[in-house]
């Protein structure tokens, strides 16, 4: 698997764009299986939150599909409660 870190962009349902530092971007689709809800992902964007995903490519996709969202634990346990 991949990684990417960076800042969120935009949170549409599951889905969600990625920019690094340096001016790249990625779309994620958020896997069923990922320990991170799609409301936390609002909060994390709201926040300016730096995260790093850990995805695979999406077959016959533009979205990459994400396994795993890690923050800061203080900034995923502050989204957790404004759920």
Known sequence: M???E???LYVQEGRFALREAN???QIFVLSHR???EPQQLQELHR???RVRVRFTDGEQS???VA???EAEAAQVAAAAERV
Do not use: D, E, Y
């Open 2 to 4: 991949k990684w990417m």
């Open 6 to 8: 960076g800042t969120v």
């Open 23 to 25: 001016g790249a971007g």
């Open 34 to 36: 990922a320990a991170i």
């Open 47 to 49: 926040a300016r939150s």
């Open 62 to 64: 533009m979205w990459a």
């Open 67 to 69: 396994h795993a969202v």
